[in-house]
């Protein structure tokens, strides 16, 4: 007996019957078991509003209903209208019927194996074509069962020429690309370029920069200064991108002519209501200091201001809250009144003989250099006692950061660097002692005469500083005297000490040795020499704390040594944010930056900075 070959399904002739509702209900053999609510609602409105554009298939079962194959999200949309309504248009549904389970269970995997999403070219012309018809946004929302942004993203492309819109539809030009050529209202320059990018990886700014290569965006420090909306009073034209926050200014001569305008108004200001001297603009977006040394312009500084008692106090609470990030609109006006108070600001007689100059920096604000004394008024500032004369004697010689106390104890530590590396080295302490006592060194002492001092090497803020235990041993003259330390049998005690060996020995005297030690012993060079040969490392036994050492300087040195540390000038957002710390918040960042791993990293220190902060010294050793 041959075998019976199954039959293969006419869809052709497939027979389509209205099937009530309640009679429809969705086949296992349906694929799409899992669907999303929010979809079939948005599909029910789709439906309800354009009707039922495709029908449904199934497959007849035993008992008459029809078990849904294909359309199960459209059955779903149906029977939600049905439930939200009793008076709707679907008491029957139409339904292709598959011959058997077969050609039922085909159907099912055919249709969801052909669904495609519609590509973006499609969607842009299909949506355009809605649109231009009369359809609102949330309608053709309905229709295509996506959201109203994603449709407004659409049609903002629907006007781009067709030859723009084929090279999207062939691959040959991304979505991004064709984002681009919306900033454009020359068709012939977007074909033009079109033809020159097809198949090409070309960044969406380049083509920007194409379509309007003199156009000057909204971020450019000028447009900041002079504002968008100023310059579209005056008559500027300006292109929108429809899918970002960029801005294009195309009237760059328009734009230069207001920010010059405006900048000159500030300039006048400076003068006319300030009451400075003088007042000078600059194009250019930040100082050239080195110029104005070459200019040998001279620097007023404010006079600083000085709160009251009860104005400290609240100075501190409300920096307290700001730093804690719960200070209130008021509270941070009023903090920034008091640090106003605090920083002072010029007397009328200094703005009577020093200017300005002005200069709009990168973010598009104004930047005020001021205080600034010209050589021809230096000396009626000086008669007017606002400028200090020049010394006879060393006059460009800056004072000194740094007290005499100060310096004298970080003299007393780099001594104990000096001495503690000479208590590895004995072979060349007993060459200095041999230098010391011979003829060599200038001088000739007995052996027996010999009296070993003991120099200070211990700073009077020891916060920070590590002592070597070494250099402790020994009685100092002083000390002998007071305490009466006296050895009944030297005899006996020389015996004792001869026993302990040469390398005891050896240890004894340099340690004996190292302690007496003179700061710069036999001069700078000399001693320098000494320390270098010792291999001596202050920062091994100093660490720079906010107690022994940035409290002890003025906050200006603070700054300055920032600067130096994070390789910048004043200008520097962190540096000017360090600025405007009260003088004890600076020790403590300063303290924190030398110490701190995490400080460093949010100060953006690199490698090499972190590695010569680690060796940082005072320059007042």
Same mark, same amino acid.
């Given at each position: 007996?041959?075998?019976?070959?199954?039959?293969?399904?006419?869809?052709?002739?497939?027979?389509?019957?209205?099937?009530? &509702?309640?009679?429809?209900?969705?086949?296992?053999?349906?694929?799409? @078991?899992?669907?999303?609510?929010?979809?079939?609602?948005?599909?029910?409105?789709? %439906?309800?509003?354009?009707?039922?554009?495709?029908?449904? *298939?199934?497959?007849?079962?035993?008992?008459?209903?029809?078990?849904?194959?294909?359309?199960?999200?459209?059955? /779903?949309? %149906?029977?939600?209208?049905?439930?939200?309504?009793?008076?709707? #248009?679907?008491?029957?549904?139409?339904?292709?019927?598959?011959?058997?389970?077969?050609?039922?269970?085909?159907?099912?995997?055919?249709?969801?194996?052909?669904?495609?999403?519609?590509?973006?070219?499609?969607?842009?012309?299909?949506? =355009?074509?809605?649109?231009?018809?009369?359809?609102?946004?949330?309608?053709?929302?309905? *229709?295509?069962?996506?959201?109203?942004?994603?449709?407004?993203?659409?049609?903002?492309?629907?006007?781009? #020429?067709?030859?723009?819109?084929? *090279?999207? *539809?062939?691959?040959?030009?991304?979505?991004?690309?064709?984002?681009?050529?919306?900033?454009?209202?020359?068709? +012939?320059?977007?074909?033009?370029?079109?033809?020159? !990018?097809?198949?090409?990886?070309?960044?969406?700014?380049?083509?920007?920069?194409?379509?309007?290569?003199?156009?000057?965006?909204?971020?450019?420090?000028?447009? /900041?200064?002079?504002?968008?909306?100023?310059?579209?009073?005056?008559?500027?034209? !300006?292109?929108?991108?429809?899918?970002?926050?960029?801005?294009?200014?195309?009237?760059?001569?328009?734009?230069?002519?207001?920010?010059?305008?405006?900048?000159?108004?500030?300039?006048?200001?400076?003068?006319?209501?300030?009451?400075?001297?003088?007042?000078?603009?600059?194009?250019?977006?930040?100082?050239?200091?080195?110029?104005?040394?070459?200019?040998?312009?001279?620097?007023?500084?404010?006079?600083?201001?000085?709160?009251?008692?009860?104005? +400290?106090?609240?100075?501190?609470?409300?920096?307290?809250?700001?730093?804690?990030?719960?200070?209130?609109?008021?509270?941070? +006006?009023?903090?920034?009144?008091?640090?106003?108070?605090?920083? =002072?600001?010029?007397?009328?007689?200094?703005?009577?003989?020093?200017?300005?100059?002005?200069?709009?920096?990168?973010?598009?604000?104004?930047?005020?250099?001021?205080?600034?004394?010209?050589?021809?008024?230096?000396?009626?500032?000086?008669?007017?006692?606002?400028?200090?004369?020049?010394?006879?004697?060393?006059?460009?010689?800056?004072?000194?950061?740094?007290?005499? @106390?100060?310096?004298?104890?970080?003299?007393?530590?780099?001594?104990?660097?000096?001495?503690?590396?000479?208590? +590895?080295?004995?072979?060349? !302490? &007993?060459?200095? &002692?041999?230098? =010391?006592?011979?003829?060599?060194?200038?001088?000739?002492?007995?052996?027996?005469? %010999?009296?070993?001092?003991?120099?200070?090497?211990?700073?009077?803020?020891?916060?920070?500083?590590?002592?070597?235990?070494?250099?402790?041993?020994?009685?100092?003259?002083?000390?002998?005297?007071? @305490?009466?330390?006296?050895?009944?049998?030297?005899?006996?005690?020389?015996?004792?000490?001869?026993?302990?060996?040469?390398?005891?020995?050896?240890?004894?005297?340099?340690?004996?040795?190292?302690?007496?030690?003179?700061?710069?012993?036999?001069?700078?060079?000399?001693?320098?020499?000494? =320390?270098?040969?010792?291999?001596?490392?202050?920062?091994?036994?100093?660490?720079?704390?906010?107690?022994?050492?940035?409290?002890?300087?003025?906050?200006?040195?603070?700054?300055?040594?920032?600067?130096?540390?994070?390789?910048?000038?004043?200008?520097?957002?962190? !540096?000017?944010?360090?600025?405007?710390?009260?003088?004890?918040?600076?020790?403590?960042?300063?303290?924190?930056?030398?110490?701190?791993?995490?400080?460093?990293?949010?100060?953006?220190?690199?490698?090499?900075?972190?590695?010569?902060?680690?060796?940082?010294?005072?320059?007042?050793?």
């Amino acid at each position: 007996m041959t075998k019976q070959q199954p039959i293969q399904a006419d869809t052709t002739s497939a027979v389509i019957l209205q099937i009530p &509702l309640e009679m429809a209900y969705i086949s296992d053999l349906n694929p799409r @078991k899992a669907v999303s609510e929010a979809h079939i609602e948005s599909l029910a409105d789709s %439906i309800k509003r354009f009707g039922l554009i495709h029908n449904l *298939a199934g497959l007849m079962d035993e008992d008459g209903k029809v078990g849904i194959v294909a359309g199960g999200c459209r059955l /779903r949309a %149906i029977q939600l209208i049905a439930a939200r309504s009793e008076s709707h #248009p679907f008491t029957t549904v139409p339904v292709k019927l598959a011959a058997d389970a077969a050609e039922a269970e085909d159907w099912a995997s055919a249709e969801n194996a052909a669904r495609e999403d519609m590509t973006p070219a499609d969607e842009i012309r299909a949506f =355009g074509r809605m649109k231009s018809r009369g359809a609102t946004v949330p309608e053709i929302a309905l *229709a295509f069962a996506v959201t109203e942004a994603r449709v407004y993203q659409r049609l903002a492309l629907a006007g781009l #020429p067709a030859l723009v819109l084929d *090279a999207l *539809a062939a691959g040959e030009i991304s979505l991004g690309t064709a984002k681009a050529f919306t900033l454009s209202d020359d068709e +012939a320059l977007t074909l033009s370029i079109l033809d020159q !990018v097809k198949g090409q990886a070309v960044s969406e700014s380049a083509i920007k920069n194409s379509l309007h290569p003199d156009a000057i965006k909204a971020t450019d420090r000028r447009a /900041r200064f002079v504002g968008v909306e100023a310059y579209e009073a005056e008559g500027g034209t !300006v292109t929108r991108d429809l899918f970002s926050d960029e801005v294009f200014l195309a009237s760059p001569a328009l734009l230069d002519r207001l920010f010059t305008e405006k900048l000159e108004t500030a300039q006048a200001d400076l003068v006319e209501t300030q009451g400075w001297a003088w007042a000078e603009a600059r194009n250019e977006a930040w100082l050239n200091y080195y110029e104005l040394d070459q200019m040998k312009l001279v620097r007023l500084y404010p006079v600083e201001g000085d709160l009251t008692e009860e104005e +400290a106090e609240e100075y501190d609470e409300l920096a307290d809250l700001a730093n804690g990030g719960v200070l209130d609109e008021d509270g941070e +006006a009023r903090l920034a009144e008091l640090q106003a108070l605090l920083d =002072g600001d010029y007397t009328e007689d200094q703005k009577a003989h020093a200017g300005c100059i002005i200069l709009v920096n990168g973010s598009g604000k104004p930047e005020i250099t001021a205080g600034l004394v010209r050589p021809e008024d230096k000396k009626a500032a000086i008669d007017a006692g606002v400028l200090q004369a020049p010394q006879t004697t060393k006059s460009d010689t800056p004072k000194s950061p740094y007290s005499q @106390k100060l310096v004298a104890d970080i003299q007393a530590i780099r001594l104990a660097s000096v001495q503690a590396a000479l208590l +590895a080295k004995p072979e060349l !302490v &007993l060459d200095l &002692l041999g230098f =010391g006592l011979s003829e060599a060194s200038g001088s000739f002492e007995s052996v027996f005469d %010999i009296r070993l001092d003991r120099p200070n090497n211990v700073p009077s803020v020891e916060d920070g500083f590590a002592r070597e235990p070494r250099l402790e041993h020994g009685v100092d003259a002083i000390e002998y005297w007071q @305490k009466g330390t006296r050895v009944e049998d030297l005899s006996e005690a020389f015996a004792t000490f001869c026993e302990t060996g040469k390398k005891a020995r050896n240890a004894t005297i340099t340690e004996a040795v190292a302690r007496t030690l003179p700061y710069r012993a036999g001069g700078v060079e000399f001693f320098g020499l000494i =320390g270098d040969e010792a291999g001596a490392d202050i920062r091994k036994h100093w660490t720079p704390t906010a107690e022994n050492f940035f409290s002890r300087v003025s906050a200006g040195h603070l700054v300055d040594l920032l600067c130096e540390f994070l390789d910048c000038d004043a200008r520097d957002e962190r !540096v000017a944010g360090f600025a405007k710390l009260k003088k004890a918040e600076k020790a403590e960042k300063m303290e924190k930056l030398v110490s701190d791993p995490t400080t460093q990293k949010l100060m953006g220190l690199t490698p090499e900075q972190k590695a010569k902060l680690d060796k940082w010294v005072p320059d007042c050793t």
